[in-house]
């Protein structure tokens, strides 16, 4: 059974289909990369299933239950962590404090008036640092971190509620190429050790390539491919939209058309 | 009453549309273009009418009358030009608050110059000329000046139309209103465009006054009354939209005349006089539009404006250092009944300044830490004080019962005004705090039967043994302390924490299921309760309350107490409200023109110390101690 599954989801901003009728699900443990070029409608997508997003219609299934339409911190309590396209943390708070908000309301501590927040959970969150081994800077401001260390914070912060599938928008975006594929390399060893699905989309094609179990493409909205990194690079629709097929031009240079 | 009636009062509400067009249409160009709210778009309305006066009484007849209302527009915005060369120019990239704070601090500065020029009295003009009769309508007799400014406020708006439609300089107007940012990449000169609409808009409201001078008194009183409506139009239209402020300046006019059209109602034998209710009908108009339309009813969501202000540092518990200070400063204040046995005054002050200091903890909470910029805080303090006055006033409760009741009152004020306002952000978010807290001073003000009117509720004096000062005292001081330390342990607790997270950034703490509204609920909630403490022990320390202590300007005293001491320190708004107090009471009451002097001080702190005192202090001790 899969842990996540997309059934027919659609959006339209206006009379752009952004999302069009798109199907595709996750398996446990697997490692799915969404690609395709700018506007294919991969955040749209993504943002409906951490429920930034109400589709207009089709079902995200988590489990067997339908989380479509429901709020981000209710899809968050399902079992669902994510990281952002822009990195960023809690801007007045140390990293270890970060990673302990998090655990805060994993805890359902949130709405304690009484006991000061800096002893609890600390020693989890310590730990969930040194696992993306940031736990030397525990107790910095966060936001003196360097972006890439940024980004390991949200990783630690993301694995705080132990979810069982990870959503993550570029997390290598605005990284120098060794620091991508060490970040890639180390979620991959964190999902692998605990058994998390992960769903992310990149530009990076060699992070793709080189990572993803399985890639889905979109472009212009629609799921053009499902398939693994050999499918998928010799799949012609695929080199289509990336590549174009030259005859592009062509249409354009045709009588009438020009002035 | 009459259809015809009706009727008569809707045309004549056209005329006060016009005014509040005026006024309203200059703020919300000035706004749009710069991001500026020009608190001091009023006192230019203001000053329109003393000038106009002086050039009909000094000149007189038809040039001195209609052409003085030209030169006065012009006038006017050449001092707008000025205010936005001198002063603004330095502040577009400092935090919005100081933003307002600086044009608040113009208020005071123009209202005690015009003051000084034109003196206290109010001063009535001549009729106009030409326009003094008056015109048969529908068997009442309607002035013709009414009638021609119901027409003057549509000519105004075709003209600004189609200037904004059809010249470049309206094209560069509604580029900036949508994205100042890329109109200054594009290469535009901003601080052209930037002075020129200020003028304009300056101008616009110069007119407006200018045009009130046959048909009201100029009086002093001018300058809040005129922000008020301007706010309430602008913001109901949509920030930056000018159909949006004629639409909106006669919803506001007509409702008005309704109230006064319909009078007296009776509803099962009790008597409603609906003429009472205009202030209480307008802000909640204001009110309604916001909660069903955010954005006004023209408006459009406005791009996010890039934050310039410094991050935060994370939070510490109190080092030993703190802790003795704090310490050392409580012993001196449990000794201070002791010296003021030779100057009873002392224990006056101090009571004072610790009222303030809860006053300004309890917004300091809000609007620091949870990000909520509240220009109402006065609400909860009022709710606090009349809760506790009226409790004594029909009741005859007790004291104690009295300053236990005043904090319910409060956090039932709180939580339901905070349900509202926890839902908008930035500038509307302090636009509707402000109406809620007009709303409560408007109620108490024209509800004379229930709570006294401007005379407010008189012997609320407190029992012995704590009508003896040093008593009274003690008593603030260990509720002052009280407050404080709880406000401080919340903000160490997880609780403080959610707010600060969500104050950071509210799409990640939503992302690791943190309520963010729910949490800014509560925490609006909180505050207002604590505030209401300070309300409740504020009328037992005057006796008295009136609706005078409640008005906007006490939550103005709350900003200016917190950004005076830091609003990214904790410590700061106990300092702050502390200086404050101490320098209101002191050299304040000393000089007639003490409104001129707090302005001086609060300019000074905007463009010399935008971190506050403590924030000043905590930065040069980083300095000193070099990079750790």
């Given amino acids: ?48 299933i951490n429920g930034q997003l109400a589709p207009d219609s089709g079902e995200i299934l988590l489990g067997d239950r339908n989380i479509a339409g429901m709020a981000p911190r209710a899809i968050w309590r399902l079992g669902v962590g994510r990281t952002f396209q822009v990195a960023a943390t809690f801007a007045s708070m140390t990293v270890v404090e970060n990673v302990q908000m998090a655990l805060l309301s994993y805890a359902g501590d949130l709405y304690r008036l009484w006991r000061p927040a800096a002893a609890l959970h600390r020693e989890r969150a310590l730990e969930l640092l040194a696992q993306v081994g940031m736990q030397d800077a525990a107790d910095r401001p966060s936001r003196e971190l360097a972006y890439g260390d940024v980004k390991r914070v949200e990783l630690a912060i993301a694995l705080a509620n132990e979810p069982r599938l990870l959503l993550m928008d570029e997390p290598t975006a605005g990284m120098a190429p060794r620091e991508r594929n060490d970040l890639i390399k180390l979620v991959k060893q964190l999902v692998l050790e605990r058994g998390i699905s992960v769903l992310f989309t990149e530009h990076s094609m060699d992070v793709v390539f080189s990572f993803a179990d399985r890639i889905i493409v979109l472009a212009r909205g629609r799921l053009i491919a499902d398939g693994n990194a050999a499918a998928i690079r010799d799949n012609p629709q695929v080199q289509e939209v990336y590549f174009g097929t030259g005859k592009t031009f062509s249409n354009e240079a045709s009588p009438g058309a020009a002035p | 009453m009459t259809l015809d009636a009706l009727l008569f009062q809707a045309i004549n509400g056209l005329s006060s549309a016009s005014g509040l067009f005026f006024i309203a249409v200059g703020l919300s160009l000035i706004f749009g273009v710069t991001r500026i709210i020009n608190l001091a778009h009023g006192s230019l309305y203001m000053m329109g009418t003393y000038i106009a006066y002086s050039f009909a009484t000094k000149i007189g007849g038809v040039i001195g009358f209609w052409g003085g209302i030209l030169a006065t527009a012009i006038i006017v915005g050449c001092i707008g030009a000025l205010i936005e060369i001198l002063l603004l120019r330095r502040i577009y990239r400092a935090p919005e608050l100081f933003q307002l704070l600086a044009t608040f601090a113009l208020v005071l500065v123009f209202n005690d110059m015009t003051h000084w020029i034109w003196g206290s009295e109010d001063l009535l003009g001549p009729r106009a000329p030409g326009l003094a009769g008056s015109v048969e309508l529908l068997g009442r007799r309607l002035p013709s000046y009414d009638l021609f400014l119901a027409l003057a406020g549509p000519v105004v708006l075709l003209i600004l139309h189609f200037t904004l439609k059809v010249t470049r300089f309206g094209r560069l107007i509604r580029a900036a209103t949508q994205d100042r940012e890329m109109v200054g990449a594009l290469g535009v000169n901003q601080a052209v465009l930037f002075t020129s609409v200020f003028a304009l808009g300056a101008a616009l409201a110069g007119l407006g006054g200018a045009l009130q001078v046959a048909r009201e008194p100029a009086t002093l009183a001018t300058d809040l009354i005129a922000l008020g409506d301007a706010f309430v139009v602008v913001v109901v239209g949509g920030m930056g939209s000018i159909t949006g402020a004629y639409l909106a300046a006669v919803i506001i006019a007509e409702v008005k005349a309704l109230c006064i059209g319909i009078g007296v109602v009776n509803f099962g034998g009790i008597a409603v006089n609906f003429s009472k209710f205009t202030l209480v009908a307008e802000f909640l108009v204001m009110a309604i539009v916001l909660i069903v339309r955010p954005y006004g009813l023209l408006g459009k969501p406005q791009g996010a404006v890039r934050s310039v202000a410094e991050p935060e540092e994370p939070i510490r518990a109190a080092t030993p250092m703190l802790k003795l200070l704090a310490a050392v400063v409580l012993g001196l204040l449990l000794f201070l009944p002791v010296l003021a046995q030779s100057s009873p005054y002392l224990m006056i002050l101090g009571i004072d300044v610790l009222i303030a200091v809860i006053f300004a903890t309890s917004l300091h909470f809000i609007m620091g830490p949870g990000g909520m910029h509240s220009f109402g805080h006065a609400a909860y303090f009022g709710l606090g004080a009349y809760g506790a006055a009226l409790l004594v006033k029909w009741l005859a409760a007790p004291m104690g019962i009295a300053l236990a009741a005043a904090p319910l009152v409060a956090l039932a004020g709180a939580l339901l005004f905070g349900w509202f306002a926890v839902r908008l952000s930035g500038v509307y978010l302090a636009m509707l705090t402000l109406a809620f807290a007009q709303i409560v001073w408007a109620a108490v003000f024209q509800w004379e039967g229930f709570t006294g009117g401007s005379n407010g509720v008189i012997g609320v004096w407190p029992k012995p043994p704590f009508d003896q000062g040093w008593a009274f005292f003690l008593l603030t001081l260990a509720l002052a302390t009280i407050a404080v330390l709880l406000l401080r342990r919340f903000l160490f607790a997880p609780f403080g924490y959610a707010m600060r997270a969500g104050r950071d950034s509210p799409l990640r703490a939503e992302a690791i299921g943190i309520d963010v509204k729910r949490i800014h609920w509560l925490a609006f909630a909180i505050a207002g309760c604590i505030c209401g403490v300070a309300g409740g022990l504020f009328a037992f320390a005057k006796g008295s309350i009136s609706p005078e202590s409640i008005h906007v300007g006490r939550s103005i005293d709350g900003l200016v107490m917190v950004l005076l001491g830091g609003i990214q320190t904790l410590t700061g708004p106990i300092v702050g409200a502390s200086v404050f107090a101490l320098l209101q009471d002191t050299i304040m009451r000393q000089t007639e023109y003490w409104r001129a002097l707090l302005g ?20 040069l001790w980083r300095r000193l101690r070099g990079p750790s």
């Fill in chain 2, 600 to 619: 001086a001080v609060i300019l000074v702190l905007v463009l010399a110390f935008p971190s506050g005192i403590v924030g000043a202090f905590s930065n």
């Fill in chain 1, 1 to 48: 059974m899969s842990v996540l599954a997309i059934r027919g989801l659609s959006k339209a901003f206006g009379g752009v289909r952004a999302v069009n009728d798109v199907s595709f699900a996750i398996g446990p443990g697997e490692f799915l990369a969404m690609i395709g070029p700018n506007g294919a409608g991969k955040s749209t997508c993504f943002n409906m």
